[in-house]
């Protein structure tokens, strides 16, 4: 076709075949199925209804638009439809037939539709190529957003889920922030549900005294969905199921997932009207919003305790079972928040409901969330800084247990969560260990190992010499010809405290005294609990200098009856897999430790060693140094009593 055509025959000719060619190229130009449809947009101030059947684009009952004469689909590797992008090439019937249009359309969500264009109008019959118009669209040009008129239904979650408070703010003639905690979004899906509720969320406006724009609404929106575009903003349309007027129905909304804040507060922005052009950023908009999650009135009715924990629970704890998580217990609630990264955190509250033995049966509510979970925990009795639980699998009301009366659906419920097969996913794996809460801050409790002992390490993360603080005075050169790695729990310093000195000078002057008397520890790892676990022996310590964690969950065997090997685990809780010989982090261990005892003449450093079977004894014995004799508590007692009975005799 791009030969000239001379003659008045030829010329005839030229035109009949590229008429045919048009005709051709308008019967194999089809609209995907995603664009066809009935869309509402606000454009320069006017309402526009557009009309996008299989080959035609009309604007405002073919006033603007005409049929499909060539398009181009990007994204063809994708099956998500957000990601569709179609450029197409229509001839403009409000200009004549030489008249075309160059549209670049985005199909955000099954509702939401965007454009920019590009017309050119051209004297010869020839129509252009769709590279030629679409090359005048300016890539600053602004979108204009089109709302479809009969809304597909989303799900909501992609834009709110769960229970929030906000604050709104007009950006003109509001008169300020109105902040009341009866300003509530509840946006609560159901996983599975085919109720309207999963594609709609309640907006409750309060009203602030002496703020003339606020108000006392309630306003139900319809998702339309959200999206992402090219600066990082996340926008999201809705529908105002109340309204009628087109252009207060439709509304977009715009949020960033880098928001630094505290306290796990969003911001968004709002516009007035179905325009998503006037949102510039989350501080920038006609409506500013800062929602904060909360939890729910109706959940709040389902957490009411009916029951208590033991008292000597109460506390604020660490535990093993979740990463960096602080764990507040008091009579009759445990709460939870962990941290998930430098800016959101994680907040459930356990609420205790039924008990019976170790077993309790708590609601589990997480701040924020729609949620009501009935889980059980099993704790055993707390010894030292420790509690050791289980906890068990969730399970919710379903909608006839909550038409029961609730001391029935409690039963039930406590039955289920509390079973064995609750715990475990496979009832075959015996592999498991309790989790436990950890003191913090933790009370130093005697040692189950004591003695001075020389020791080897084995692993990725050895304990090495350095200057603890700053000297007093300067140290004396001592002529050390012997240096050794040491381990001493020791009841002339302190039997609560494992002193680990990587080098350590062993000479001894001439009375069989050491030289090196300004050595001091490179650690001190405070011991706050031990027990007994599937014959193996477990403790923990404390060391708010190691660099890791504070906290190390300990491995640890008697060899012989001088000798006792342990190994420490990453962080405060032990691997399933891990001996008292691991120093692999596949087995969940960083460093393995053989010590060997090396009491000397005047070290007063004798060995003691507890396994921790029975780590909620209170045992009352004085031990005497220097002695091989250890006197009961129970021995002093029938002592006492036979030198009063001789008393009174005489």
């Not at 049929?67 to 229509?90: D, F, G, M």
């Not at 129509?127 to 597909?152: H, W, Y």
């Not at 029951?307 to 217990?329: A, H, K, M, Q």
């Not at 928040?337 to 008990?355: A, G, S």
Request: glycine share 6%.
């Amino acid at each position: 076709m791009a030969a000239r055509c001379g003659g008045v025959l030829v010329g005839q000719i030229c035109i009949v075949l590229t008429l045919l060619v048009l005709c051709t190229q308008a019967q194999q130009c089809q609209f995907p199925s995603g664009f066809l449809g009935d869309w509402y947009s606000k454009e320069n101030g006017e309402d526009t209804d557009t009309v996008i059947d299989g080959t035609a684009f009309q604007i405002n009952s073919r006033e603007y638009g005409g049929p499909c004469i060539a398009s181009r689909r990007y994204n063809e590797t994708t099956t998500h439809e957000q990601n569709n992008k179609l450029k197409v090439l229509i001839r403009n019937s409000r200009g004549g037939n030489n008249c075309y249009m160059c549209l670049e359309l985005y199909l955000r969500t099954p509702n939401i539709l965007q454009q920019r264009s590009a017309s050119s109008c051209r004297s010869s019959p020839i129509a252009p190529s769709l590279e030629d118009v679409c090359n005048a669209i300016r890539p600053q040009a602004g979108l204009v957003t089109m709302f479809r008129k009969s809304a597909i239904n989303v799900n909501c979650r992609t834009t709110f889920e769960g229970v929030f408070q906000f604050t709104y703010e007009y950006d003109v003639g509001g008169g300020g922030i109105c902040n009341s905690p009866s300003s509530i979004i509840t946006a609560c899906q159901l996983p599975g549900s085919v109720y309207y509720d999963n594609q709609a969320f309640d907006m409750v406006y309060a009203v602030c005294p002496g703020l003339s724009m606020s108000k006392d609404d309630t306003i139900r929106y319809q998702c339309l969905g959200s999206w992402l575009d090219d600066n990082g903003n996340i926008f999201a349309a809705v529908m105002n199921t109340g309204e009628d007027r087109p252009y207060r129905r439709f509304r977009c909304m715009l949020t960033r997932k880098e928001q630094q804040r505290g306290n796990n507060e969003v911001r968004w922005t709002m516009s007035e009207s179905a325009e998503c052009s006037t949102l510039k950023s989350p501080y920038e908009g006609p409506i500013r919003l800062l929602l904060t999650p909360v939890v729910g009135s109706t959940q709040l009715r389902e957490i009411t305790p009916s029951c208590n924990l033991p008292r000597n629970f109460s506390g604020t704890w660490f535990t093993t079972g979740e990463y960096d998580s602080t764990v507040t217990i008091n009579y009759t609630h445990i709460y939870f928040k962990t941290k998930i990264d430098q800016f959101t955190t994680r907040e459930t509250y356990f609420t205790c409901q039924q008990t019976q033995q170790s077993s309790y049966m708590m609601t589990s509510v997480t701040r924020g969330r729609c949620e009501v979970d009935y889980v059980c925990f099993d704790f055993l009795p707390r010894h030292h800084n420790i509690i050791r639980y289980r906890l068990g699998k969730p399970f919710r009301l379903s909608r006839q247990e909550k038409e029961q009366p609730v001391e029935d659906y409690l039963v039930t419920k406590f039955r289920q969560a509390c079973a064995r097969p609750s715990y475990v996913l496979n009832e075959q794996n015996y592999n498991w260990k309790y989790n436990t809460f950890i003191l913090y801050d933790p009370s130093p409790i005697e040692c189950p190992i004591q003695g001075r002992y020389t020791f080897k390490q084995f692993g990725a993360e050895k304990y090495v010499t350095r200057i603890r603080g700053i000297t007093e005075r300067p140290r004396v050169q001592v002529d050390c010809r012997d240096y050794e790695s040491e381990i001493a729990i020791c009841h002339s310093r302190d039997s609560k405290v494992i002193e680990v000195d990587a080098e350590r000078c062993r000479t001894l002057d001439q009375n069989a005294r050491p030289v090196g008397e300004y050595d001091v520890p490179d650690n001190l790892l405070t011991c706050v609990g031990y027990w007994l676990e599937d014959n193996r022996s477990y403790m923990v310590t404390y060391d708010e200098e190691d660099r890791i964690s504070r906290f190390r969950c300990w491995v640890y065997e008697r060899l012989t009856w001088r000798d006792i090997i342990m190994s420490r685990a990453v962080r405060a809780a032990c691997g399933v897999a891990q001996t008292p010989r691991s120093f692999r982090a596949s087995e969940g261990a960083s460093l393995s430790i053989q010590m060997f005892l090396d009491e000397r003449e005047h070290d007063d450093c004798p060995q003691k060693f507890d396994f921790g079977a029975n780590p909620w004894l209170k045992e009352n014995v004085i031990y005497v140094l220097g002695g091989s004799i250890t006197f009961h508590g129970s021995y002093i007692l029938v002592l006492c009593l036979a030198f009063l009975s001789l008393l009174f005799a005489c």
